[in-house]
């Protein structure tokens, strides 16, 4: 077939769709969508509003090391994060994508959804007598993440409106520990108190899936028991490290494996104020009895390393049967006793 080309008329010519929109295009040039979004775009849209739907607005309360660390995780999961803290924190907050707030009133009214507070031990009390609850919503979520539990529960139940929601936390881990994952770390959690709508419950989970899909070892337990195990773990390990930066460990040549582990509990501690170690203290009432057991447990160790030095000192200085008729003597002037351990009978 010969194919007159005409330079003045296109070979084909497509129908007006715009002005004739009755009339089709052949099949294969059906024009299915004009500026729409493919489907790829279609998906991340979605999803985005998605994330949107199920973000939590969260209030962070006392935004200094561990309010910060936690909250780069919380945002990373989608969650809007609006924060105060004694100090301007309005830089470090916006570097991560979070909103500061210097009055604590400005900060309620944005009604959060969960107010997480991160502030010292020690400050606790002082900072719920002054916070503005009244500008919250009635069901506000509040959430602790002190490193004692019995103490900031009870201050709960004194200080919040009886409409809001209970969660005490404690995150097992600081920005020295969980710098690199937060995986297999533990997470201890109490629900104080969720009322009994599933929408309470489901905001208390949302939260607490923050810290379930980074790996973190889930672990639900009264806050009494917690305070019971952490002062025989934690309050010993930061003692240790604290008496180990007494001491003045440093790094030499031929280390250990187990004097690495050393330097490593010494650097891990460190870098925790010593008023959240005090808080550690003051605020747990098993401290005490972990501290003097320490305590015990040291002077048995020197008395063990002595009393063995004292034998050799003593045959050194006696001899054999000599020495025991001296010792005798001494004994009957009363001098000190000291349990021979090669026989029951004698003693120095
Ligand atoms: P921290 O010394 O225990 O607390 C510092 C925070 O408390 C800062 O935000 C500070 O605000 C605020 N603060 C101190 N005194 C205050 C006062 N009088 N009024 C208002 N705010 C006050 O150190 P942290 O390491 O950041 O610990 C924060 C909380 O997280 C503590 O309750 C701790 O037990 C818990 N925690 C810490 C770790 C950790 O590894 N560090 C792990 C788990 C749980 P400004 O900076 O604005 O002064």
């Keep these: 077939m010969l194919l007159h080309f005409s330079p003045t008329k296109p070979l084909f010519s497509p129908p007006n769709l715009r002005r004739n929109p009755t009339v089709s295009p052949p099949r294969s040039l059906r024009i299915r969508a004009i500026d729409a979004a493919q489907i790829f775009d279609y998906e991340t849209q979605l999803k985005s509003e998605y994330r949107k739907s199920s973000a939590l607005k969260i209030a962070v309360l006392g935004f200094g090391n561990f309010g910060q660390f936690l909250s780069k995780t919380l945002v990373r999961h989608g969650h809007d994060l609006i924060t105060h803290s004694r100090s301007d924190y309005s830089s470090a907050a916006s570097s991560i994508g979070a909103r500061f707030f210097h009055n604590p009133h400005d900060l309620c009214e944005q009604h959060p959804d969960v107010v997480l507070l991160c502030t010292s031990i020690l400050s606790t009390e002082s ?91 889930m672990v639900e337990m009264s806050c009494e028991e917690h305070d019971k195990h ?89 001899g054999g049967g000599e020495g025991k008729k001296t010792e005798q003597k001494l004994l009957n002037d009363g001098v000190v006793r000291v349990k021979e351990e090669s026989s029951s009978s004698s003693s120095s």
């Design 127 to 217: 900072v719920l007598r002054s916070f503005p609850f009244q500008r919250l919503r009635r069901s506000t979520l509040f959430v602790d993440v002190l490193s004692v539990k019995e103490f900031p529960k009870t201050l709960f139940l004194k200080y919040l409106p009886k409409e809001f929601d209970i969660l005490c936390t404690h995150p097992m881990f600081g920005p020295e520990s969980g710098k690199h994952s937060w995986s297999g770390l533990p997470f201890v959690y109490d629900k104080v108190r969720i009322g009994d709508e599933s929408s309470r419950h489901e905001r208390c989970d949302k939260f607490l899936k923050v810290f379930e899909s980074e790996g973190c070892r």
């Design 230 to 318: 952490a002062a025989g773990s934690q309050f010993v390990t930061h003692t240790m490290g604290r008496v180990l930066e007494k001491f003045g460990v440093e790094s030499s040549p031929i280390n250990t494996k187990g004097y690495e582990t050393l330097l490593d509990l010494v650097e891990n501690t460190s870098s925790d104020s010593f008023e959240l170690y005090y808080g550690l203290f003051m605020y747990n009432q098993n401290a005490l009895e972990q501290l003097e057991r320490l305590d015990m447990a040291f002077e048995s160790i020197k008395k063990e390393l002595f009393g063995r030095l004292h034998q050799v000192y003593r045959k050194q200085m006696f």
